[in-house]
């Protein structure tokens, strides 16, 4: 039978100075409350990578089946816009990471500095993809609203064309509203931040946002080439 | 009152199916004793007599664990073996079979022969010929199914399916709608009758007739404006149908594809998809939305009649009168290819 | 060293259930213990809601002629059963309930690792089925729960948008869920609880985790795709834009197979507990029983296309999933015959949880060999879409999974509530439902092969008897499932308490108090033994 008696110190007699105020009481002590936090936003990142991978099988599966069609949407797709919005991102995971070895080393005013820049460059990206969307509007390529879809350029296509956009903007849409999650998390962060929450030996939250705006970063990663720049230089038969 | 509990069997491929579903039987039956009574007799046999029975451990054994993993996995085998084979044959029609077509939509099945008899929910058939019958579907996801038979498919839109059977029992049987398709999913049913080909062939006759399929194709080829590009025997803006049926098609892209159904029904509806090559994009016009399945179930056939080099067309060979569609059109954009 | 005993009949100790009352208390509580009791009560509404379709269901094929109600709602009766059955019922059912009380004491730990997102967890679920209860209460759903394209992207009118949300958000509870016991698993074992050490229990919740968090998100953007498409009129699935229907199915099926494990594992897991204790011997191939649920887990993953024989796959697909199928039915047998090899010279009884887990044995056994049959390729052919596809999913569904839980419920039921329920009663109701759902079933097998097809609100008339056998049958399972609740409800003002360790069990859960307290045990745990030690209770046998 197992042994009820333990050799830990007994909860009732603990020292309330003796462990960090963030302490949650189920938890042993802090080292396993981070790996834990960091674990579990691990397994969730492997979740939200089914989530757009189910997008991404979808996607590729009718790009094969309609190559031609697929081609023909790549010069709605503005690559400078995409390569903008790929630097944007990778800069912004740049900070976020000094941002989190700010955290660890109780560095409160770089790490308030860092979190700044991350929010300024995912607010850019979405500034971008805003500009880039509305140039979707104007042209007429937008499938889900009425009246703005117009393919007669190439009428052939046009069935297969609003198949790829739809992939296009559900794609880059849930990747934006992510974008704006994490720019929520941010916005938390920096507030905690600014109370002086974070110390070398309390920076989880701030760990695991690190965490999730890398994995929202990544998927741009993968976004970008598959939606702008395959056949991009292919021509229209 | 009649309390089924078999379904009849009247096709050939029913027999060996019936076979594979006893033997499976047989093997759960045996498998579902050994487990139940092993229970019931450990259960029984090594019940609780006191209160204070530890029995000694058993931790495990790794003989007995390969062993029964290994033993199922190979009679699994032989399950997968053997419906692999009925499967095989149930995908692969005998050429020369007869052909049918159905027409799957909400709530109905319209059959259509070559001969151009049309029925609803109920198809006929001769015995011991092998018929292949292609589906295909108006609207929603249905399924064709004949227990009799022991045979089913789904009826995709958007493209064809075949199935084929070997009818060997005169008589009539259930044909069922299987795949979930709205309201009257479970009306969609109607009969299969089996007969002997004396009474198939009578059965053919008495069934009255607007023209045979490829008749009826040749119509539709006139009306819908086809004869305008596609010449019969000469290059017009689009290829030659004459022989092109079952041939193989140089493609655009480098590709050769065969000229099948699926092919023909393609080009009609999405004719820049698979584009012949030479040939421009965006000369054809699509019909998508213009034309039933039965139509291009229809068209198909008088293309696929189109086979043999140097016979005249259909219209000339019955005794009705011509179509129309065999004379062409002036039409000062005639030109050859690009 | 034992534990100090509390006598029954002493003054009620502090426990999670008396340590606070009030309604706030218990909607805000973070204590897994009381997220559990949550659950318990929401999945027996669901189900009994699921119920009331099926009643109605087999009510109306008591008659060949659809006469009892029209089409359209017969249609939308057998969706709504299947959706609330399967996304709200038999999804969440033992890892939210059993699973969320159980496995942190079980691995000694004070909860689960994020208890707020275990409430979280229950607080989406309750949202997704609002949204399910919503559909139903609108006018219904009629696609089917398995929402096959283009029938439920462009042809039916009824409220597939709502229905689809709801199964959305409540995939969202079943991840986080996952996610939780996850983590829990890996970072909060007691000192010594290695392992090799874990109750089957937990290795059974920690695989069908694994496959809640790779799966759930697949369906959840294939619904999302056929809502989006509906809301917008615009064409991912119908074939007339050139979309692709299968394509849907693909997808579909690619978590909806994986999720049949979820349903499943959790249920094997409990039945390990239940033959080992009953049988009071260690179980026989621990390590293979672990490793096959983790099997199950994996290869459940690469045989979803066993759902598509007849959609005109290629033959080589078709070739690979049948095989597969065949593979993913080893580890599955592995675990039957453990289980019986445990009972091999135990000292077995015959208590209401070990009656349970005979039943699951027994009917899991015939559940999974039938499955065998649909992916035999030339025999599925005929039987798939027919009521032999239903016979097979409702005896591993019904026969397995839910008698599964009903074991587990019975078995901790007094560590649960602190309370016996009525042997007597409880035995008579096993019997009602093992009875009853024999005869609901199995006749639709002999339907099935017959070629009566699945979704029929009418049928062919000689088709009659079997089905008025199957109805008076589900008659005899509800009356199965009503008692129980009634005594459970019963017993928790007027039953007798229970001790520690009314069964003389292993297992942490069983060395604390029934009900535990609040942070499960006094001291953490030091685990020195193997999981299910009775050979160690030689001298400590207490009664």
Same mark, same amino acid.
């Given at each position: 039978?197992?042994?009820?008696?333990?050799?830990?110190?007994?909860?009732?007699?603990?020292?309330?100075?003796?462990?960090?105020?963030?302490?949650?009481?189920?938890?042993?002590?802090?080292?396993?409350?981070?790996?834990?936090?960091?674990?579990?936003?691990?397994?969730?990142?492997?979740?939200?990578?089914?989530?757009?991978?189910?997008?991404?099988?979808?996607?590729?599966?009718?790009?094969?089946?309609?190559?031609?069609?697929?081609?023909?949407?790549?010069?709605?797709?503005?690559?400078?816009?995409?390569?903008?919005?790929?630097?944007?991102?990778?800069?912004?995971?740049?900070?976020?990471?000094?941002?989190?070895?700010?955290?660890?080393?109780?560095?409160?005013?770089?790490?308030?500095?860092?979190?700044?820049?991350?929010?300024?460059?995912?607010?850019?990206?979405?500034?971008?993809?805003?500009?880039?969307?509305?140039?979707?509007?104007?042209?007429?390529?937008?499938?889900?609203?009425?009246?703005?879809?117009?393919?007669?350029?190439?009428?052939?296509?046009?069935?297969?064309?609003?198949?790829?956009?739809?992939?296009?903007?559900?794609?880059?849409?849930?990747?934006?509203?992510?974008?704006?999650?994490?720019?929520?998390?941010?916005?938390?962060?920096?507030?905690?931040?600014?109370?002086?929450?974070?110390?070398?030996?309390?920076?989880?939250?701030?760990?695991?946002?690190?965490?999730?705006?890398?994995?929202?970063?990544?998927?741009?990663?993968?976004?970008?080439?598959?939606?702008?720049?395959?056949?991009?230089?292919?021509?229209?038969? | 009152?009649?309390?089924?509990?078999?379904?009849?069997?009247?096709?050939?491929?029913?027999?060996?199916?019936?076979?594979?579903?006893?033997?499976?039987?047989?093997?759960?039956?045996?498998?579902?004793?050994?487990?139940?009574?092993?229970?019931?007799?450990?259960?029984?046999?090594?019940?609780?007599?006191?209160?204070?029975?530890?029995?000694?451990?058993?931790?495990?054994?790794?003989?007995?664990?390969?062993?029964?993993?290994?033993?199922?996995?190979?009679?699994?085998?032989?399950?997968?073996?053997?419906?692999?084979?009925?499967?095989?044959?149930?995908?692969?029609?005998?050429?020369?079979?007869?052909?049918?077509?159905?027409?799957?939509?909400?709530?109905?099945?319209?059959?259509?022969?070559?001969?151009?008899?049309?029925?609803?929910?109920?198809?006929?058939?001769?015995?011991?010929?092998?018929?292949?019958?292609?589906?295909?579907?108006?609207?929603?996801?249905?399924?064709?199914?004949?227990?009799?038979?022991?045979?089913?498919?789904?009826?995709?839109?958007?493209?064809?399916?075949?199935?084929?059977?070997?009818?060997?029992?005169?008589?009539?049987?259930?044909?069922?709608?299987?795949?979930?398709?709205?309201?009257?999913?479970?009306?969609?049913?109607?009969?299969?009758?089996?007969?002997?080909?004396?009474? &198939?062939?009578?059965? !053919? +006759?008495?069934? #009255?007739?607007?023209?045979?399929?490829? =008749?009826?194709?040749?119509?539709?080829? $006139?009306?819908?404006?086809?004869?305008?590009?596609?010449?019969?025997?000469?290059?017009?803006?689009?290829?030659?149908?004459?022989?092109?049926?079952?041939?193989?098609?140089?493609?655009?892209?480098?590709?050769?594809?065969?000229?099948?159904?699926?092919?023909?029904?393609?080009?009609?509806?999405?004719?820049?998809?698979?584009?012949?090559?030479?040939?421009?994009?965006?000369?054809?016009?699509?019909?998508?939305?213009?034309?039933?399945?039965?139509?291009?179930?229809?068209?198909?056939? &008088?293309?696929?009649? !189109? +086979?043999?080099? #140097?016979?005249?067309?259909?219209?000339? =060979?019955?005794?009705?009168?011509?179509? $129309?569609?065999?004379?062409?059109?002036?039409?000062?954009?005639?030109?050859?290819?690009? | 060293?034992?534990?100090?005993?509390?006598?029954?009949?002493?003054?009620?100790?502090?426990?999670?259930?008396?340590?606070?009352?009030?309604?706030?208390?218990?909607?805000?509580?973070?204590?897994?213990?009381?997220?559990?009791?949550?659950?318990?009560?929401?999945?027996?509404?669901?189900?009994?809601?699921?119920?009331?379709?099926?009643?109605?269901?087999?009510?109306?094929?008591?008659?060949?002629?659809?006469?009892?109600?029209?089409?359209?709602?017969?249609?939308?009766?057998?969706?709504?059963?299947?959706?609330?059955?399967?996304?709200?019922?038999?999804?969440?059912?033992?890892?939210?309930?059993?699973?969320?009380?159980?496995?942190?004491?079980?691995?000694?730990?004070?909860?689960?690792?994020?208890?707020?997102?275990?409430?979280?967890?229950?607080?989406?679920?309750?949202?997704?089925?609002?949204?399910?209860?919503?559909?139903?209460?609108?006018?219904?759903?009629?696609?089917?729960?398995?929402?096959?394209?283009?029938?439920?992207?462009?042809?039916?009118?009824?409220?597939?948008?709502?229905?689809?949300?709801?199964?959305?958000?409540?995939?969202?509870?079943?991840?986080?869920?996952?996610?939780?016991?996850?983590?829990?698993?890996?970072?909060?074992?007691?000192?010594?609880?290695?392992?090799?050490?874990?109750?089957?229990?937990?290795?059974?919740?920690?695989?069908?985790?694994?496959?809640?968090?790779?799966?759930?998100?697949?369906?959840?953007?294939?619904?999302?795709?056929?809502?989006?498409?509906?809301?917008?009129?615009?064409?991912?699935?119908?074939?007339?834009?050139?979309?692709?229907?299968?394509?849907?199915?693909?997808?579909?099926?690619?978590?909806?197979?994986?999720?049949?494990?979820?349903?499943?594992?959790?249920?094997?897991?409990?039945?390990?507990?239940?033959?080992?204790?009953?049988?009071?011997?260690?179980?026989?191939?621990?390590?293979?029983?672990?490793?096959?649920?983790?099997?199950?887990?994996?290869?459940?993953?690469?045989?979803?296309?066993?759902?598509?024989?007849?959609?005109?796959?290629?033959?080589?697909?078709?070739?690979?999933?049948?095989?597969?199928?065949?593979?993913?039915?080893?580890?599955?047998?592995?675990?039957?015959?453990?289980?019986?090899?445990?009972?091999?010279?135990?000292?077995?009884?015959?208590?209401?949880?070990?009656?349970?887990?005979?039943?699951?044995?027994?009917?899991?056994?015939?559940?999974?060999?039938?499955?065998?049959?649909?992916?035999?390729?030339?025999?599925?052919?005929?039987?798939?879409?027919?009521?032999?596809?239903?016979?097979?999913?409702?005896?591993?569904?019904?026969?397995?999974?839910?008698?599964?839980?009903?074991?587990?419920?019975?078995?901790?039921?007094?560590?649960?509530?602190?309370?016996?329920?009525?042997?007597?009663?409880?035995?008579?109701?096993?019997?009602?439902?093992?009875?009853?759902?024999?005869?609901?079933?199995?006749?639709?097998?002999?339907?099935?092969?017959?070629?009566?097809?699945?979704?029929?609100?009418?049928?062919?008339?000689?088709?009659?008897?079997?089905?008025?056998?199957?109805?008076?049958?589900?008659?005899?399972?509800?009356?199965?499932?009503?008692?129980?609740?009634?005594?459970?409800?019963?017993?928790?003002?007027?039953?007798?308490?229970?001790?520690?360790?009314?069964?003389?069990?292993?297992?942490?859960?069983?060395?604390?108090?029934?009900?535990?307290?609040?942070?499960?045990?006094?001291?953490?745990?030091?685990?020195?033994?193997?999981?299910?030690?009775?050979?160690?209770?030689?001298?400590?046998?207490?009664?």
């Amino acid at each position: 039978m197992a042994d009820t008696h333990s050799t830990v110190v007994e909860h009732s007699e603990h020292d309330p100075a003796a462990h960090s105020p963030h302490l949650r009481h189920h938890f042993d002590d802090m080292a396993q409350q981070f790996d834990s936090a960091t674990l579990g936003m691990w397994v969730f990142l492997l979740t939200e990578i089914m989530f757009f991978g189910g997008m991404f099988g979808a996607y590729t599966v009718y790009r094969s089946m309609y190559p031609a069609a697929f081609a023909s949407t790549s010069q709605y797709m503005n690559p400078l816009y995409g390569a903008m919005n790929t630097a944007v991102l990778i800069v912004s995971s740049l900070t976020m990471a000094l941002a989190v070895r700010a955290a660890r080393l109780g560095e409160q005013k770089a790490l308030q500095l860092f979190l700044i820049f991350t929010m300024i460059f995912g607010l850019a990206f979405l500034v971008i993809k805003g500009f880039e969307y509305h140039e979707h509007w104007v042209d007429n390529k937008v499938p889900l609203f009425g009246g703005h879809w117009d393919y007669s350029e190439a009428p052939q296509f046009a069935r297969q064309a609003q198949i790829m956009f739809c992939f296009y903007f559900f794609m880059t849409g849930f990747h934006a509203l992510h974008m704006v999650v994490g720019l929520g998390l941010m916005t938390t962060i920096f507030l905690m931040a600014r109370r002086a929450t974070f110390s070398p030996a309390y920076f989880t939250p701030v760990e695991v946002s690190g965490l999730y705006w890398h994995f929202v970063d990544i998927v741009w990663i993968f976004l970008f080439p598959l939606l702008y720049l395959i056949g991009h230089t292919k021509k229209i038969i | 009152m009649q309390v089924p509990l078999f379904p009849e069997a009247a096709s050939a491929i029913a027999t060996s199916v019936d076979y594979l579903y006893f033997y499976l039987t047989a093997v759960s039956v045996v498998m579902t004793a050994l487990i139940f009574a092993a229970v019931f007799f450990f259960a029984l046999k090594y019940r609780r007599r006191s209160e204070d029975e530890i029995p000694e451990p058993i931790h495990g054994s790794l003989k007995l664990e390969i062993a029964w993993s290994v033993l199922p996995f190979l009679v699994m085998l032989t399950f997968f073996w053997w419906g692999a084979q009925i499967f095989f044959a149930n995908a692969s029609p005998p050429p020369g079979a007869m052909d049918i077509y159905a027409v799957g939509k909400q709530w109905m099945w319209k059959i259509q022969y070559p001969e151009g008899q049309r029925e609803i929910n109920e198809l006929h058939v001769p015995i011991n010929r092998p018929v292949k019958i292609t589906l295909a579907s108006e609207d929603v996801i249905h399924s064709f199914f004949i227990p009799a038979f022991r045979i089913k498919h789904d009826v995709v839109p958007g493209r064809y399916d075949i199935m084929w059977f070997t009818a060997t029992k005169p008589g009539r049987y259930h044909l069922f709608c299987a795949e979930y398709c709205g309201t009257e999913h479970s009306g969609m049913v109607g009969w299969v009758t089996v007969m002997t080909e004396n009474d &198939y062939e009578n059965w !053919l +006759a008495g069934n #009255g007739t607007e023209g045979t399929m490829a =008749q009826q194709g040749e119509k539709l080829f $006139g009306q819908l404006g086809c004869a305008t590009c596609h010449q019969l025997d000469q290059q017009g803006r689009g290829p030659i149908l004459r022989g092109l049926y079952g041939s193989r098609v140089q493609l655009q892209s480098g590709q050769t594809v065969l000229a099948d159904d699926a092919y023909i029904r393609e080009s009609i509806l999405n004719p820049n998809a698979r584009l012949v090559a030479g040939y421009h994009t965006d000369v054809m016009p699509t019909f998508q939305g213009q034309i039933t399945e039965e139509q291009l179930l229809q068209l198909i056939v &008088y293309v696929k009649s !189109l +086979a043999i080099q #140097g016979a005249p067309p259909v219209s000339e =060979q019955s005794s009705a009168a011509p179509g $129309g569609a065999a004379t062409t059109t002036e039409n000062p954009n005639t030109g050859g290819k690009k | 060293m034992s534990t100090v005993l509390q006598d029954p009949r002493a003054v009620e100790t502090p426990n999670y259930l008396n340590q606070e009352y009030g309604w706030q208390s218990w909607l805000f509580t973070k204590d897994h213990k009381r997220i559990a009791v949550l659950y318990i009560i929401s999945i027996t509404v669901m189900f009994f809601i699921g119920g009331i379709f099926a009643s109605l269901i087999r009510l109306e094929l008591l008659t060949p002629q659809g006469d009892l109600v029209n089409s359209d709602t017969y249609n939308k009766f057998f969706t709504m059963h299947g959706i609330v059955m399967v996304f709200f019922f038999l999804i969440p059912s033992i890892p939210a309930t059993l699973g969320n009380f159980f496995v942190p004491m079980m691995i000694g730990a004070k909860d689960l690792a994020f208890p707020r997102i275990n409430l979280l967890s229950w607080y989406i679920y309750i949202a997704g089925a609002a949204f399910a209860l919503a559909a139903i209460v609108l006018g219904g759903v009629d696609t089917g729960w398995t929402f096959y394209t283009p029938f439920s992207s462009t042809y039916s009118n009824t409220f597939v948008i709502t229905a689809a949300v709801g199964v959305f958000i409540a995939g969202f509870s079943s991840i986080l869920t996952g996610l939780n016991f996850i983590v829990t698993v890996h970072k909060m074992r007691a000192p010594g609880m290695t392992w090799g050490r874990l109750p089957l229990f937990v290795w059974a919740n920690y695989a069908t985790s694994l496959i809640q968090v790779l799966g759930t998100p697949v369906v959840a953007i294939t619904l999302a795709l056929v809502g989006l498409e509906r809301a917008f009129h615009i064409g991912i699935f119908d074939p007339a834009i050139g979309g692709d229907p299968i394509l849907f199915q693909h997808m579909f099926w690619f978590y909806s197979h994986p999720a049949v494990y979820i349903m499943i594992l959790p249920g094997m897991g409990v039945i390990s507990e239940l033959v080992t204790c009953f049988s009071r011997k260690a179980v026989f191939g621990y390590s293979f029983i672990a490793g096959s649920s983790l099997g199950i887990a994996i290869i459940g993953f690469l045989v979803w296309g066993h759902h598509m024989f007849v959609t005109g796959m290629s033959m080589y697909a078709s070739l690979y999933f049948s095989i597969m199928t065949m593979l993913v039915a080893v580890p599955s047998a592995i675990k039957v015959f453990n289980w019986t090899a445990t009972m091999f010279r135990g000292s077995i009884s015959f208590d209401t949880p070990m009656l349970y887990a005979f039943g699951f044995i027994g009917l899991f056994t015939i559940g999974g060999l039938t499955g065998l049959f649909l992916g035999t390729l030339g025999v599925d052919v005929h039987v798939t879409d027919t009521y032999f596809v239903v016979a097979h999913f409702h005896y591993v569904m019904v026969g397995g999974m839910v008698l599964a839980y009903l074991g587990g419920m019975h078995y901790w039921w007094p560590k649960i509530s602190g309370r016996l329920y009525p042997e007597g009663w409880a035995k008579f109701a096993c019997l009602l439902v093992f009875a009853g759902f024999n005869l609901t079933f199995f006749p639709q097998f002999i339907l099935g092969y017959l070629g009566q097809p699945r979704r029929y609100h009418a049928y062919a008339p000689e088709f009659q008897v079997l089905n008025v056998m199957s109805t008076a049958g589900a008659t005899v399972l509800g009356l199965g499932y009503v008692i129980p609740l009634i005594y459970f409800l019963w017993s928790m003002k007027y039953g007798p308490k229970a001790g520690n360790n009314p069964w003389h069990a292993t297992g942490l859960e069983w060395q604390t108090t029934s009900p535990p307290p609040t942070y499960n045990f006094e001291t953490t745990p030091i685990v020195t033994e193997e999981a299910y030690a009775y050979h160690n209770y030689k001298e400590t046998h207490v009664g």
